[in-house]
C-alpha cells in the first residue's frame, strides 16, 4: 500500500461515506503534530471510481472540526475492501480493547463488503486472540437483548452470557435489571442457576423469576438459588457445617468432606508450633473419631 499525503478540506472529508466509520475512542488530534506536519493522516480508500471513502480517521475529523481546523492531513492507499479494513484496524491498533458498538460495526463493515474469507486473520486485530469474530458476533446477536445489554458495558462476559440465549425474554429482563446488586462473578453463578433452572430443570419462567426475587431479598442470591436448585446438597452442606462447628470449632483444625459428598473419604488439615498445640490437635481429632458415624451418614 503506497500513499502521498495531502491536505484536505475537513468539511469535505465528512462527506465521505461512512462504511468505514467504526470507532469511538474519543481519540482527537495532537495539535503539535498536526502544526509539524507528522500527524497520522486520514486514511482514504476509492472503491472502483466512486469518491474516496475515509477508512480511518472519522475520530480525528471529528475533533478537527471541533476546534474550527479546516483542513487535514489525508493519504489516499491503494488496496481492495479487506485490504482497507485490515489498515484501519492496524491504525487504530485497539486489538482486545473495542467496545461492542465497535466491534458490531466493525461485523457490518465486513458483511457490507463481503469479507469472510478474511474475517479470520482480522480476528486477533479487533478481538487480540485467534478466534472467530464473525461467530462471536452471531453469538451476541443470538442473546436475549436485556443481556446484550449488559455485554455491552462489560459487566457480564459473552461466554457466560450465550447460556442466557435459551432463556425466556422475561426471566433474562429480570436478571438483567438485578444484575447490578451482584459482582461479576456472581453474575456468573447466578445466571448459570438459572440456566439449569429454565433448561435443564424445565421451570416455568414465572417460577424462575420468583425465585430470583427470593433468592435477592437474602442478601446472597449465588447461595439462595444454589441451595434452590440442589436441595439435597445443600442439606449435606449444612450438616457437615453443623458437625465442624460443633465438634472443631477453635480447635486449629479444618475437616474437609469430598466434592458434593461423592467420594469415600474426609481429610483433616492442621499444623502446630508447640507440643500442647498438637496435643489440642490430637483431641480433637479423638472427638471426631467418637462422632464419626455422623460425618459417613453425609456420604
Not at 475533533?63 to 491504525?91: F, H, M, Q
Not at 492442621?270 to 479423638?286: G, N, T, V, W, Y
Request: aromatic share 10%; proline share 5%.
Amino acid at each position: 500500500m503506497a500513499f502521498e499525503t495531502t491536505s484536505v478540506p475537513v468539511a469535505e472529508l465528512l462527506c465521505s461515506p461512512r462504511s468505514f466509520d467504526l470507532f469511538s475512542s474519543g481519540v482527537g488530534y495532537d495539535e503539535s503534530l498536526l502544526y509539524a506536519r507528522m500527524h497520522p493522516p486520514v486514511a482514504l480508500w476509492r472503491e472502483d471510481v466512486k469518491e474516496p471513502t475515509v477508512v480511518w480517521g472519522w475520530e480525528l475529523l471529528r475533533s478537527l472540526k471541533a476546534a474550527g481546523i479546516i483542513a487535514a492531513p489525508a493519504a489516499e492507499v491503494v488496496t481492495d475492501a479487506g485490504g482497507a479494513l485490515e489498515l484501519a484496524l492496524r491504525v487504530e491498533s485497539r486489538a482486545g480493547q473495542y467496545g461492542w458498538g465497535e466491534i458490531l460495526a466493525i461485523g457490518a463493515c465486513i458483511r457490507h463488503y463481503r469479507l469472510h474469507e478474511r474475517a479470520a486473520e482480522l480476528t486477533p486485530l479487533v478481538l487480540g486472540r485467534p478466534g472467530s469474530l464473525m461467530q462471536a458476533i452471531e453469538r451476541f446477536e443470538g442473546l436475549p437483548e436485556p443481556l446484550r445489554v449488559l455485554v455491552r458495558a462489560g459487566t457480564l462476559d459473552l461466554k457466560t452470557a450465550g447460556r442466557g440465549a435459551a432463556l425466556p425474554t422475561e426471566v433474562a429482563a429480570v436478571f438483567a435489571e438485578r444484575a447490578a446488586d451482584l459482582t461479576f462473578s456472581q453474575r456468573r453463578m447466578v445466571l448459570g442457576l438459572v440456566y439449569e433452572f429454565c433448561v435443564m430443570g424445565q421451570r416455568d419462567a414465572d417460577e424462575v423469576i420468583a425465585m430470583l426475587n427470593r433468592a435477592f431479598e437474602t442478601g446472597d442470591p449465588p447461595a439462595a438459588l444454589r441451595a434452590m436448585r440442589y436441595p439435597r446438597l445443600h442439606e449435606l452442606e449444612q450438616r457437615f457445617r453443623g458437625f465442624c462447628r460443633q465438634h472443631l470449632y477453635g480447635t486449629g483444625v479444618t475437616l474437609h468432606a469430598p466434592p458434593q459428598f461423592e467420594g469415600t473419604a474426609f481429610w483433616v488439615q492442621f499444623q502446630f508450633e508447640s507440643k500442647f498445640q498438637l496435643a489440642k490437635r490430637i483431641a480433637a481429632l479423638r472427638a471426631v473419631e467418637h462422632n464419626c458415624d455422623e460425618l459417613f451418614q453425609l456420604l
